[in-house]
């Protein structure tokens, strides 16, 4: 059980490290918990979890030699550049008719699982830790059998959940606060970020590219 312990509190403290680091999904839930609320936080690690649980057995049934291919990060950064740019796109063009009323029409667009699912595949580098450094970490904790990685996983996801539902919290505590002019602008802001960071990975794919090409 020492072991196990061991494996859950520094896979937390691994994973904790990696949310606190400013990204496309942090980015989202912020603009989303604005809108939402609280429970924007906890349904944007849902879907994190999700497409997690799902790499963590891919990787246990032997994904790894095909994420770890050049090209398979080039492809990964280019299509995750054009996700990002079209959800900017979209906050963008919904900044002249948004307001801080909480009503059902305000509610359209992107479900926060979705969003989690969708902005962890569009993240490169979110695919190239799993393929390392998550990868080297299921391969120890698979050394203590099932609960290994119950512990490993447990101890990951946590992290993520924490982090993300304290800024949830946070943001959606400040809304008696913020006017609508507040607001378009926090939303403008993670829109501007997600072209940022669209921009930063298809030129890092690109640049792969050209190795893998020439």
């Known amino acids: ?4 312990l061991t494996i859950f509190v520094s896979s937390f403290l691994i994973a904790l490290s990696g949310a606190l ?10 603009s989303e918990s604005s809108r939402r609320g609280f429970i924007t936080g906890p349904l944007m690690i849902a879907g994190h979890a999700i ?3 799902g790499l963590v057995i891919a990787l246990l049934l032997g994904l790894a ?5 050049p090209v398979v990060f080039a492809a990964t950064a280019v299509i995750g550049s054009a996700i ?18 909480f009503t059902a029409e305000e509610k359209r667009g992107t479900h926060p699982l979705a969003s989690g699912i969708l902005l ?14 998550g990868l080297g970490y299921i391969i120890y904790s698979s050394q203590f059998g099932f609960w290994g990685i119950v512990f490993f996983f447990a101890g990951h996801i946590l992290a993520d959940l924490v ?10 505590g400040g809304r008696r606060f ?3 002019r507040i607001y378009r602008g926090l939303i403008a802001v993670c829109a501007a970020f997600l072209v940022v960071f669209a921009g930063y990975f298809a030129s890092t794919g690109l640049e792969k590219l050209k190795i893998i090409i020439g």
């Open 163 to 172: 982090w993300y539902s304290f800024i949830s919290a946070a943001v959606a």
């Open 120 to 133: 962890s595949a569009a993240n490169p580098y979110w695919i190239i830790w799993w393929a390392t450094i």
């Open 51 to 53: 497409l997690e649980l």
């Open 84 to 101: 990002l740019l079209w959800m900017s796109f979209g906050m963008f063009r919904s900044l002249p008719s948004l307001h801080l009323s």
């Open 65 to 69: 030699p095909f994420l770890q291919k």
């Open 178 to 180: 913020l006017t609508d």
């Open 21 to 30: 680091m400013p990204g496309p999904l942090l980015t989202a839930t912020i």
């Open 1 to 4: 059980m020492t072991v196990l």
